[in-house]
């Protein structure tokens, strides 16, 4: 990518011993750069690296699973970028960002875009300076890894970049074959026009990056050359915005203001490098014009220490750049593994992976998140004290409303039976985050639940034309096409069946009021009744009631145990059992409003001497930090929490 | 000549044949005179089968649902003999696209009759025909504009809401007004606000009236934008704390507006196909005086025991339709299941436009006798017949599958009218009188499907409807546009029509309040915006009696 080969001609050694020493002085030399092959090694190993950071460390499927801005090949999608400058890089920039769901491709994808970017650069600054600028190239690859591990929308601004840059490399060699101002002004014009239809911030790239040598030429005629130029750039936006497209969305100010603020930090260190680079390269021509004076080969140990350090150096950076990012970014990266295991319904992986969560990133979403892997797991109500707990085992007011949060709420309703809510979240979010793929899908299969195919074709009609969801949407409507009440889907029947029977209104301000309400004994008695078997109903609403510790209202949910079946209710050898969570919450209910027989509903005597040893510390321990230390091998039971939760007693 | 320009010209000859005759092979139409007959209709998206268009309609472009390797669609007057006009179209592909020129062409020389359209697909090398299909073409054309809102199916937020206006010649749709995109001069935007409520005045857009609710993150303020000679100035309805109006409708002279101004509420259903419920608290009618700005308002249309919405005038502007009810929530603290009972009375009431007097107070259907709610009433701009929307309960038709368009001929209550002299004074305690309106019985219209019909507006000559339906599939809004003869009668409606046939089965946008008007709107999306953000420039209103003016 970066290797040392010069812009002079290969002449050979005959040639070569014919000329005269002064003939010689003036002969093309190696610019101070590695060997041509620790170039391709340095190269190979640089982007190898950032390949397997960008497969390991990265990881693009969280950021496709974080894409609000989807791609369909609808028509007139494309129309719809074409019609506003920036347009046509969004528009690219979405494509390529569906790749992003195959790990594999997104690395790849990532990797290309480093290398691109670091070849342009390299070009560039040969053009500029007239020779190469060993590992130069490399730097902007660098800032650009940087701001990919922000897991934000950073493809237009890469690919934005690539088109300044590339336009730059234009401009320059246009600058040496067009000698008159004028022409190369209305050249210049041309453009920074091309530039800001394709890619809009893409000429805050290019107008510097063009504007600076033509103001080292011309320094003593800078307001007509290269300040005429940036005043120029200056102007374009704003006029465009001001007269022509009033209503740009995504103008001027986005460009300088990006949001977050961490990522407006490394979008503009991205933006600027070249402007900076340019100046700084112009400098060093100005400095040393003339390399020749530097024979090769004189300094043998010189010319091998020098690349080899280059290539340490080089690598080391991007150990460095990687290791950082990677640091400042655990937290989002977290976050994310968090939403793309339980979008993806990868219920053991999500397990697993809260039990590497620190205290102090446990979030309430994790809670909730993990309760309902053991929950989909038929684990609830033996594990759930095993994992940090909050008073409620529904998401409330304090859920960030993210597109992979309202989807894994939307599902949560529709699992349940709760349709309708599971509609009102949905199609919130639809409205929020635009056309959302993963809420679409969770759409049509809501509307195919509530046995409104039509509507359902609606939303898999269009999902059809997603590149990724696109297979998923054929394949229902293919069902649909074969029998449009989808009596052959179990999964469809079942959570039909579930589906609540009362004509109940809940009002519609605030947004929690459209989440599931398990605090409501009647909405979960509400659903038992339409289908004594839903399991999952059950299991909320005493994992509800055991968070609030309101046990009174276990003896009016824990009769129905006996609809309950699967694993946690009955043994591999066909005898039923009780999960040991709801034995202790019955256990204490008793102990504390004496013996209740509740047919299907046993409690052991292990879980009964557990109790009572707990009950026998707490008693001769009135310090509840010494109870805590003495019983904290009961931390992974409900008598635990019921004494001292919530909270992360891992 | 030389023997190689000989070669030449040869060579140019032959080649100049064989491409004229690969053009000829191309675009000769396919010999389907040997067709086979299936004996039924094609299935074709949408549905275009007999319906009733306007002459100046945009092509009705279709989908042909049936599998084959080749279609072939003809669309001419029905008679072999005359050939003239006939559109051929030729495709591998399923969407039929007609093309505008000779689609109009043919319905301006068969208007007031029909033309026919056959449909031919093949499989292999044998030709099907399918029963042949007519397209009612009437004599009168409809208002070239339609103005609606494109929205999401909304449940809480109001986002990526806006108002467009589409030329019904042709496809093209244009923004109004965006809640997202309309930025003012510092960036900002409604964020969220609803943007709706748009009201002409006699089907003319030189005078307007726009509604803009932004979000409480915006940092707009609720305004009411009037258009006047196209410029766009903010007018303010809301007195004190009390809201702002809702529904509007223009009197004919454009000196007043009547409006309701409302107290909504949204709930939802736990479990109904239709989730969303929307309840109306409190109602009451007021005017709006264009002229001195002020907000007036009369004890006969704003009684505190009862609820009044949906004003719409008399073509003649002598009356004032409404809808009212008993109050239903006087605390306001009601479970919103007791509003199931709730039932709108159509009524109406006389006015009279010099000395500003309402009077006379009448019942035109009762809600007992339709067993329905009564909602949305529209007259026909010769003043002959009244649409209005009867369904369950309640005043929000659009969540209601049962809800239909159902027509009172006006013309047969025109003798009430003398039955008693016009009152001048206020009577807040006075009944309404009911009418007799045996002769004139509502009449459910055959344009209705078992789900939703709802908004509705009359063309400018009376004689085309556009209206809300979700027909297709209870979710989605799409607008239909009908015909109504002299007589009521109405022709079979079609949706409105798109460049792509298949449009609507993956369009994710509900349609919604459309409007006809005969000419574009002028004042343009950064003048309304300006208008918005700009202080009202009329006074604000004292909310004086009527009587008082």
């Known amino acids: 990518m970066i290797t040392c080969r010069d812009c002079g001609p290969a002449l050979t050694k005959k040639v070569i011993s014919r000329l005269t020493p002064r003939q010689k002085t003036l002969l093309p030399v190696k610019p101070l750069s590695i060997q041509p092959w620790l170039g391709r090694v340095c190269g190979m190993l640089f982007f190898g690296g950032i ?46 960002c569906q790749g992003y769901a195959n790990g594999y491709l997104g690395a790849l994808l990532i990797t290309a875009q480093c290398a691109g970017l670091a070849a342009l650069t390299h070009l560039y600054i040969r053009l500029l300076v007239g020779r190469a600028i060993s590992f130069v ?203 793309h295991y339980a979008c993806n319904e990868q219920w053991a992986e999500l397990i697993e992976f809260s039990r590497t969560v620190p205290t102090e990133a446990y979030s309430s979403q994790l809670c909730w998140d993990v309760d309902l892997a053991l929950c989909m797991t038929g684990r609830l109500g033996d594990e759930m004290f095993a994992f940090p707990q909050e008073r409620h085992v529904n998401p409330d007011d304090s859920m960030v409303r993210t597109p992979a949060n309202e989807y894994k709420l939307a599902q949560t309703c529709l699992r349940v039976g709760r349709a309708n809510d599971a509609e009102i979240i949905a199609q919130e979010s639809i409205t929020t985050f635009m056309q959302y793929p993963r809420a679409m899908a969770s759409l049509a299969k809501i509307y195919l639940v509530k046995d409104n195919a039509p509507a359902a074709r609606r939303y898999l009609n269009a999902l059809s034309h997603d590149l990724v969801f696109g297979a998923w949407a054929t394949n229902w409507l ?73 046990l009174a209202d276990l003896i009016k949910l824990a009769p129905r145990i006996k609809n309950m079946t699967g694993p946690a209710y009955v043994t591999p050898d066909g005898r039923r059992r009780t999960p040991v969570h709801f034995q202790e919450a019955l256990a204490i209910y008793c102990d504390k409003a004496g013996p209740v027989k509740i047919d299907g509903f046993e409690i052991e005597p292990a879980t009964l001497s557990h109790m009572a040893e707990f009950k026998s510390i707490m008693s001769t321990h009135p310090d509840r930090q010494q109870a805590m230390a003495l019983t904290w091998k009961f931390r992974k039971t409900y008598f635990f929490y019921n004494c001292f939760g919530p909270g992360d007693y891992r | 000549m030389t ?263 949204q709930y939802f259903h736990a479990d109904s196909p239709e989730t969303r419920e929307v309840v109306d608290d409190d109602s009451d009618l007021g005017l709006y005086v264009v002229a001195t700005g002020q907000v007036v308002t009369d004890p006969k249309i704003s009684r505190p025991d009862r609820l009044e919405t949906f004003p719409t005038w008399s073509p003649d502007g002598k009356w004032l339709y409404f809808c009212s009810t008993a109050m239903w929530n006087p605390s306001k603290e009601a479970r919103p299941d007791k509003s199931f009972h709730v039932r709108y009375d159509l009524m109406r009431i006389e006015f009279d436009l010099a000395s500003r007097h309402f009077g006379r107070l009448e019942t035109v259907v009762s809600s007992d006798q339709m067993g329905k709610s009564i909602t949305e009433p529209r007259i026909s701009p010769d003043g002959r017949f009244l649409m ?49 309106v045996a002769d004139a019985a509502p009449v459910r219209l055959s344009l209705n499907s078992d789900r939703s019909e709802s908004y509705h507006s009359w063309s400018s000559n009376s004689r085309w409807v556009i ?24 022709g079979k409606p079609f949706i409105l029509p798109q460049k792509d046939p298949n449009f609507y089965s993956r369009f994710l946008m509900t349609y919604n309040v459309p409007e006809l008007a005969i000419e ?30």
């Open chain 1, 51 to 96: 390949f397997v950071y960008a497969l390991l460390g990265i990881d693009s499927t969280l950021r496709y699973d974080w894409q609000i801005r989807g791609f369909s090949t609808l028509p007139g999608f494309l129309a719809g970028f074409l019609i506003y400058p920036g347009g046509p890089v969004e528009y690219c920039a979405r494509l390529l």
């Open chain 1, 137 to 339: 190239g490399y730097i902007p690859a660098l800032l650009a890894i940087c701001l990919m591990s922000a897991y934000d929308h950073h493809l237009s601004v890469v690919l934005s970049v690539i088109v300044g840059l590339l336009l730059a490399c234009l401009f320059l060699l246009a600058m040496r074959r067009i000698h008159n101002g004028w022409l190369l002004l209305a050249v210049f014009v041309m453009m920074l026009c091309v530039g800001y239809y394709l890619a809009d911030v893409a000429i805050v790239v290019f107008a510097p990056a063009a504007a600076l040598p033509q103001l080292w030429r011309h320094r003593r005629w800078p307001v007509v050359s290269g300040v005429g130029y940036l005043v120029l750039a200056a102007a374009l936006p704003l006029a465009s915005q001001l007269w022509l497209f009033p209503s740009l969305e995504f103008g001027c100010k986005s460009w300088f203001l990006p949001e977050p603020p961490e990522v407006r930090v490394m979008t503009w260190r991205l933006l600027g490098f070249l402007p900076v680079l340019s100046l700084a390269a112009l400098i060093y021509r100005q400095l040393r014009p003339d390399k020749s004076a530097t024979q090769p080969g004189r300094h043998l140990i010189l010319n091998n220490f020098i690349p080899i350090t280059g290539a340490i150096v080089v690598m080391s950076c991007l150990g460095v750049a990687c290791y950082l990012s990677h640091m400042d970014n655990a937290g989002a990266k977290r976050n994310l593994m968090q939403d």
């Open chain 1, 478 to 550: 293919a069902q649909l096409d074969g029998d449009s009440t989808l009596a052959g889907n179990a999964e469809i029947q079942r959570l039909r069946r579930q589906s609540l029977p009362r004509r109940d209104m809940f009002p519609g301000q605030g947004a929690s009021q459209t989440y599931v309400a398990f605090d409501s004994l009647g909405t979960v008695e509400g659903s038992l009744q339409k289908d004594p078997a839903n399991q999952m109903a059950f299991e909320y609403g005493m994992a509800e009631i055991m968070l609030s510790k309101n």
């Open chain 2, 3 to 265: 023997r190689r320009r000989k070669l030449v010209a040869v060579a140019a000859i032959g080649l100049t044949l064989a491409a004229a005759i690969a053009a000829w092979a191309i675009c000769r139409a396919p010999d389907v005179s040997g067709a086979c007959d299936v004996g039924r209709l094609a299935k074709i998206y949408p549905d275009c089968a007999d319906v009733t268009v306007p002459p100046n309609i945009a092509p009705l472009n279709f989908q042909i649902q049936e599998p084959a390797d080749k279609y072939h669609v003809a669309i001419s007057s029905g008679l072999d003999s005359d050939s003239a006009g006939r559109i051929q179209i030729d495709c591998r592909d399923v969407d039929i696209r007609i093309p505008a020129k000779a689609w109009h062409e043919l319905l301006g020389k068969h208007q007031g009759n029909s033309i026919a359209v056959d449909v031919y697909t093949r499989i292999g090398q044998g030709w099907k025909r399918f029963t042949r299909f007519q397209i009612h073409v009437a004599p009168e054309p409809i208002d070239s504009y339609a103005f609606y809102r494109l929205i999401p199916p909304l449940f809480k937020s109001h986002r990526q809401m806006a108002l467009y206006q589409r030329d019904l010649r042709d496809f093209d749709e244009r923004v109004m007004l965006d809640n997202e995109t309309s930025l003012d001069s510092s960036g900002n935007s409604p964020a969220e606000g609803c943007v709706n409520c748009h009201t002409f005045l006699n089907h003319r857009t030189d005078k307007m009236l726009l509604h803009v609710r932004p979000s409480a993150m915006s940092s707009w303020q609720p305004a009411m934008l009037l258009v006047q000679d196209g410029k766009a100035k903010r007018v303010e309805t809301r007195i004190g704390k009390q809201r702002g109006a809702g529904y509007t409708s223009w009197h004919p002279s454009g000196e007043l507006l009547a409006f309701s101004r409302n107290i909504l509420r």
């Open chain 2, 388 to 436: 209005f929307c009867a369904h369950e309960y309640g005043s929000f038709p659009l969540y209601q599958n049962d809800s239909d368009l159902y027509m009172v001929d006006l013309s047969k209550l025109a003798g009430q009218q003398a039955a008693s002299a016009p009152t001048t004074g206020p009577a807040p305690d006075s009944s309404p009188t009911p009418l007799a």
């Open chain 2, 467 to 490: 209206f809300s339906s979700k027909r297709e599939d209870g979710l989605f809004v799409r607008l239909y546009i009908c015909h109504i003869d002299e007589q009521g009668r109405c």
């Open chain 2, 520 to 549: 574009p709107v002028t004042v343009t999306q950064a003048e309304l915006v300006n208008a918005i953000n700009a202080p009202s420039t009329m006074p604000a209103g004292n909310y004086a009696p009527a009587s008082k003016l």
